[in-house]
């Protein structure tokens, strides 16, 4: 299944084509999911451009949700293992709906290293991509942990493969998300790390959530590509600036 992510600047219809993109290849698809949201939904992606979705990830959680049920734009968050340096740990989530609307079970976890001189490391993995370069957007979320209280100073450094990024300082009660775009990501995968600001007297890092998209390099598609029985075209109602689509594809083995 891939998940695109598209905006516009106006109302009405957009029409969704597969075409073949070599010799011998013929569109299908077996089923699409649109979902219109508010304009305040991923508001940094550039207008009139795709997005697809490389990760959406809940660390600190072992087990999975039913998206229909607890997000509601349905919205898969996947589990992933533990880095070993980190420990799970149960968070304070923010009931005032934070930037993209994460459900309420994603920010009631989060993992934190062990240490504060202990960085955590976590990879991103590109390798659908056909470009080996390209402009990726990262959102992160930070939720703080049930024991934090305001006399405490969290404060993490964000790297993207080596490159400081951003610096944040966590508050209580509060998630703060973080949007870094565009980030030129030039290989199959990108590291990210945060590390703690002032490891000697600051507390360990800590993440709570993590959302990847990939840009989609516009194509332009010419009428010979779409002509005959390749052509395969529909019409979605607009109704707001951001549409997710869900496009599920079986991929033919023999």
Same mark, same amino acid.
């Given at each position: 299944?891939? *998940? ?6 106006? +109302?009405g219809f957009m029409n969704l084509c597969l ?26 992606? *550039? ?26 734009? *349905? ?8 880095? %070993? ?17 994460? %459900? ?45 209280? +305001? ?18 300082? $966590?508050?209580?009660?509060?998630? $703060? ?14 590291n990210v790390t945060l590390a703690a600001a002032? +490891?000697?007297?600051?507390?360990? %890092?800590?993440?709570?959530?993590? *959302? ?35 496009v599920s594809v079986l991929a033919n083995l023999?």
């Open positions: 299944m891939e *998940e695109l992510v598209y905006t516009s600047e106006r +109302s075409a073949q993109r070599k010799d011998g290849g013929v569109p299908f698809i077996s089923s699409i999911q649109a979902i219109p949201t508010g304009d305040d939904l991923y508001s940094k992606m *550039e207008s009139n451009e795709t997005f697809r979705l490389v990760a959406r990830i809940n660390y600190g959680r072992d087990d999975e949700f039913d998206p229909s049920s607890v997000d509601d734009y *349905e919205r898969a968050w996947t589990s992933v293992t533990t880095p %070993p340096n980190c420990i799970n740990v149960s968070a304070i989530p923010d009931f005032k709906s934070p930037e993209n609307d994460p %459900p309420l079970f994603v920010l009631q976890e989060a993992i934190e290293s062990v240490n504060a001189s202990s960085p955590i490391i976590l990879t991103i993995d590109f390798s659908k991509s056909s470009s080996p370069s390209q402009l990726a957007y990262f959102v992160l979320y930070f939720t703080e942990v049930l024991n934090f209280t +305001s006399e405490n100073s969290r404060t993490i450094n964000i790297f993207i493969d080596s490159v400081l990024m951003s610096t944040i300082t $966590t508050s209580l009660h509060k998630c $703060t998300v973080v949007t870094l775009f565009p980030v030129h990501v030039k290989a199959s995968t990108a002032n +490891s000697s007297v600051g507390l360990p %890092p800590l993440i709570t959530a993590m *959302e990847v998209f990939a840009k989609v390099n516009a194509t332009n598609v010419t009428d010979d590509s779409i002509a005959g029985d390749g052509r395969a075209s529909m019409q979605f109602s607009l109704l707001s600036f951001v549409m997710m689509l869900c023999m």
